[in-house]
């Protein structure tokens, strides 16, 4: 996917050229007054939902976690362009859509300087009829078929060398036809295999773990990790 790069008054923008972004798009206002905002999702990040006409797009504007964002919840230090989280995530997003990955397809991103500072956006495609693996846990089983479909899901991102940063079972999606899609790749890479595939797998045991403690013990348990390492395959063991 070849990105179109854009300078603004007080940045730039990353987009590809058949999408037609321009700035004012990364503003929640410019959809809200078309009618054109779906929903708002909260988190550490904010995440509106975008319906225009044929387009279901998500917007993420970039959040800081922890103890840093009592300092400043959206201002990143500034050291140069090409570690723009924004930027990086876009183009991550791009390489990985083209290998034909379970990821979205990224539309445009942008950033904003102001000093020694910036914020960002990014405006992604989203996955039709899709829900987090968290909230569909919370409403009710899902299958052996559907685990499985996700360690599968798991094993071509790191048998293509991505390592997700923060895989768990909110960045993991499940739609309508059984498909996988997993999503914010902030501070993802493409790397050699080695140590770090145990710990994503390890990440998202804590947070599958975590999330259904309070649940009831249909929702996860040994087997049903059993059945996430069976579709992951030989090396998930």
């Not at 036809?177 to 493409?190: A, E, L, P, Q």
Request: one cysteine or more; a positive charge; hydrophobic letters at 40%.
């Amino acid at each position: 996917m070849d990105a179109l790069k854009r300078m603004t008054n007080d940045g730039a923008m990353l987009a590809d050229p058949a999408s037609l972004i321009n700035e004012a798009m990364f503003e929640p206002k410019f959809w809200a007054e078309r009618g054109e905002l779906a929903a708002v999702s909260g988190g550490r990040g904010a995440t509106w939902f975008l319906e225009s006409g044929p387009r279901r797009w998500v917007l993420r504007h970039y959040r800081r976690g922890g103890f840093v964002a009592r300092l400043s919840q959206d201002r990143y230090l500034w050291a140069g362009e090409q570690r723009v989280r924004s930027f990086a995530e876009y183009r991550l997003l791009a390489d990985l859509a083209e290998r034909g990955l379970p990821v979205p397809r990224p539309v445009a991103a942008r950033y904003q300087r102001s000093g020694l500072s910036y914020r960002c956006d990014l405006i992604m495609e989203r996955i039709a009829d899709s829900e987090p693996l968290s909230a569909m846990l919370a409403a009710a089983a899902v299958s052996d078929a559907s685990w499985r479909a996700i360690g599968a899901a798991i094993a071509r991102l790191h048998g293509g060398g991505v390592d997700h940063a923060d895989l768990n079972a909110h960045n993991i999606l499940l739609d309508s036809r059984g498909g996988v899609s997993v999503i914010d790749f902030d501070r993802g890479r493409v790397r050699e295999r080695g140590a770090w595939t145990v710990h994503n797998l390890r990440r998202l045991h804590r947070s599958l773990a975590k999330i259904s403690r309070q649940l009831p013990p249909d929702r996860f348990s040994g087997e049903t990790w059993e059945c996430l390492l069976a579709g992951y395959g030989p090396l998930g063991h």
